[in-house]
């Protein structure tokens, strides 16, 4: 152990210990170096250290404190999907909610996009206009079909922190993740097939399953534990299932991190009933613990889980650059890359390749983490203020997604509707589910900073709930 | 008529008449000018006529001349391809045509890249870095799922050309033409129709029949007049066809425009049998007859077209901007697009909707098109040099492929093996079909500016296609 990480510890443990309180001012910098007979820099690397798994946090010109923790908010329960292999539909919902983000003057709080005005964004803008400099035109070539090999190393490079190991020949880069899932879920599946997924579940996904003609198996999911196993072996076992599709790590939309031992598990499972592991990791690194949680990835022994993953949500989704490790299904996912898009634009590959080569990643992962903590707990706090009693809210574990589950028939569709004057948007609960459940529910973004209007529109959807509430008690 | 085009018209006729052959000098600018009482600048612009026709070649400090007209190279006969529904295989083979163009010190003959290499692209280069000033974070956003309004625009401006009148609102931007080729393919069939297609055809939307679990009906080909209407209406009589797909307008590979009335006849074709036509326009701009000749989709009545391109091909594949065109299937195309990609890369799409808005775009293409016309002659020339007799060649109307059909029982596959030490690949044949035939075809590439070494790789080619020819002989 290092020097600055034996401060950290011991300073982490007398927080965890109650030693110092939520929001107490932490001993300087200047104090510490004193009582522990160390340098000024292993202290504020230490204190660093704290920083990155949410203990410390830093007021400008005034020290370190103890991060504030709201409780835990009142959780939705475990979710009870239909228990049989459906059709997915929706798809006019899903629609609705992505062109909502192109509509001036609406604010889409459903929506799944990052913060790109970070300043630690700048870099990658500079790489992106710079190209490659001496080889100018090879932005103009077809790049390789699986993917340039600058930026495969990179991502190989990065999967060592998911725990994973894997070779550059091992990727295939695709455009964004819904590329990687929707070739690894066609690599995997014949028509007619069943597809199993945690529930509710990302809507990308789940129209490919849709798209391709399979089915969806909705499992319980826990919002804590993610989904439950003992369900998923049920339907393995009634089921003609192929795959299971899962978000495990900072799950969208609910926001949990599935336990490691939860996850050897779900690999063993497959491996007895012989199915292939779909993990979609798109939201592992903006994990709020440090060092982030390992992927399923890393425990698959025998090649059979095809990890799917992106720069969409850490960077920017507008460069559509994403990645595949599908192990054993390599062939097919490569063949299911050439008939979708041939190869990936070369441009944004190289420059995102620069951006993590030069340390841009980690730096701007580092600010981001911090900045949706600081959201989720901002975000749940305005939720409990505003909304109705009986509400239940997710505590998410990364990313910038939250999940709100209203009291009483609340239909969240409705909801929207009677949002749009206010030029408001929220995710509707549907698009999450193959069988239509989750209309009492809906999806929130926390990514962008705290602000005066985020704060008034939560107020104003929390007033539209109650009113609609009211009629609902005033009809019964 | 403008009075350029008078003058256009005047010594175009003199030209086909014979009063000046092929290589003769033509009147300087000034004396046409003296002797029509016109502007030195509307010879000019005559002239430039003249040499969009194909009719003129001007000739660096010596003026115009007439253009040498190779005659039409003996041309393969009508294709026989199989006389049912067959899966379509192969793969391995096309991975390695598309893996040949990425090892370095490799003349890859048979590749479909254009020439990126022309100063006329520059300005694309500066569209691509500078990115849209004052709208810097736009290429980090999610695109529209429909793609940016600024490129579909001028996509609608350019679509007149071919004789289409498309609203910015019936375009699908795509991650490259393969792509809207696969969404389109799967947006009018299930798993286990059949898709008509013309033969020998490109393998990439072979590949997507393959991939989506459906059949591949080879329909006989004329290297003049395109796909066998006779053949095609007895094959929608006899089989389950859904959609017919065809490269109509200069081919890939057999490089031939379908004559007009043949593409009218199509469409009625279509109608009585209420089949979907998935047309592939991709080289359609660079016809090199002036101006290009219409689109299928230009007499489509009752919007059971579906036209497909990109930039590839005219400009930059690494760009990887394509789009759709899908008529009344619109909005399936875009389900399959969400599914496929979700968005396209943004920036891509606004630096090329800025270098069509500057014109930049018909510069360029007026640029190509002489270079390709000119690297047809030559490597025509060449393949007729060099080649044993009896060898077939296409006389291709546009775009930059050659089809070449050999002699004898030569497999081009094994051919391409014994070229793999001179470090030269061809295309080889049985990629263009989903049967196996065209063994002894090949696919040759002539964008390249002609050059010594492609000369030598050609005379190799001819060396070793003659060995083969001699042991053939030898064992008989
Ligand atoms: C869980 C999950 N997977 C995949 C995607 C698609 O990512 P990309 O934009 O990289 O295609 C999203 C985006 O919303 C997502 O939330
Ligand atoms: C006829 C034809 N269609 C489509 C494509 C694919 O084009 P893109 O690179 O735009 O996906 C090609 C490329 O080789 C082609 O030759």
């Known amino acids: 152990m290092k020097l600055y990480e034996q401060v950290a510890t011991e300073l982490g443990s007398r927080i965890e210990q109650g030693f110092y309180r939520c929001g107490d001012r932490l001993p300087s910098i200047r104090a510490l170096s004193r009582e522990h007979g160390v340098s000024v820099a292993t202290v504020q690397e230490a204190y660093r250290l704290l920083e990155d798994q949410g203990l410390a946090q830093p007021k400008p010109k005034s020290g370190y404190y103890v991060r504030l923790r709201p409780a835990t908010p009142q959780l939705p329960e475990i979710s009870r999907p239909a228990q049989r292999p459906l059709e997915v539909s929706h798809w006019e919902h899903v629609l609705d909610l992505l062109c909502s983000g192109e509509t001036p003057g609406v604010l889409s709080l459903g929506r799944g996009m990052p913060d790109i005005t970070a300043t630690t964004l700048k870099p990658l803008q500079r790489a992106l206009s710079e190209g490659k400099r001496g080889d100018s035109l090879r932005g103009f ?22 725990g994973c190991k894997l070779h550059p020949d091992d990727i295939v880069i695709t455009t964004g993740c819904q590329e990687a899932l929707s070739a690894s879920i066609r690599a995997v599946t014949q028509p007619g097939d069943v597809v199993a997924v945690d529930s509710p579940s990302f809507f990308g996904s789940m129209q490919a399953i849709k798209a391709f ?53 779900l690999v063993s499972l497959a491996q007895r009933f012989d199915v292939a592991i779909i993990e979609d990791d798109i939201y ?27 720069f969409s949500k850490v960077l920017a ?23 979708g898009t041939a190869a990936s634009s070369t441009l944004p590959q190289l420059a995102v390749a620069e951006f993590i080569e030069k340390g841009g990643y980690e730096r701007h992962l580092r600010r981001m983490r911090a900045q949706y903590l600081d959201g989720r707990d901002q975000m749940i706090a305005a939720v409990e203020r505003y909304f109705p009693a009986g509400t239940r809210i997710s505590y998410p574990q990364g990313g910038f997604l939250l999940w ?22 929220i995710g509707p609960g549907v698009l999450f589910s193959a069988s239509g459940k989750y209309r009492n529910c809906m999806r929130l973004n926390f990514s962008d900073k705290p602000s005066a209007a985020q ?6 959807v929390g007033i539209e709930v109650q009113q609609m509430l009211q009629e609902i008690d005033r009809v019964a």
């Open 141 to 162: 070539a077809y790049d390789s079909l699986q993917g340039s090999p600058e930026l495969r190393q990179q991502v190989a490079r990065l999967s060592i922190d998911a």
């Open 213 to 265: 003609g399979l089915k969806a198996m909705e499992i319980p999911t826990d919002p804590v534990n993610g989904i439950s196993l003992e369900a998923l072996e049920l339907a393995l076992e009634q089921w003609p299932i192929r795959a299971i599709q899962v978000t495990p790590t900072c799950n969208n939309p609910l926001g949990y991190t599935m336990p490691e031992t939860r996850k050897r598990q």
């Open 317 to 339: 989704p507008g460069l559509r650059v994403g990645w595949a490790a599908p192990g054993r299904y390599r062939d097919q996912v490569m063949h299911m890359k050439y008939v």
């Open 455 to 460: 704060d008034r529109a939560l107020q104003q």
């Open 284 to 310: 592992g690194d903006l994990s709020f613990q440090f060092p982030r949680p390992r992927s399923i990835k890393s425990f698959d022994i025998d090649d059979r889980v095809l990890l799917c993953s992106s």
């Open 404 to 425: 709100v589950e209203l009291p009483g028939d609340i239909d969240t569709l409705q909801l929207n509707d009677r949002l749009q004057p206010n030029g408001i948007r």
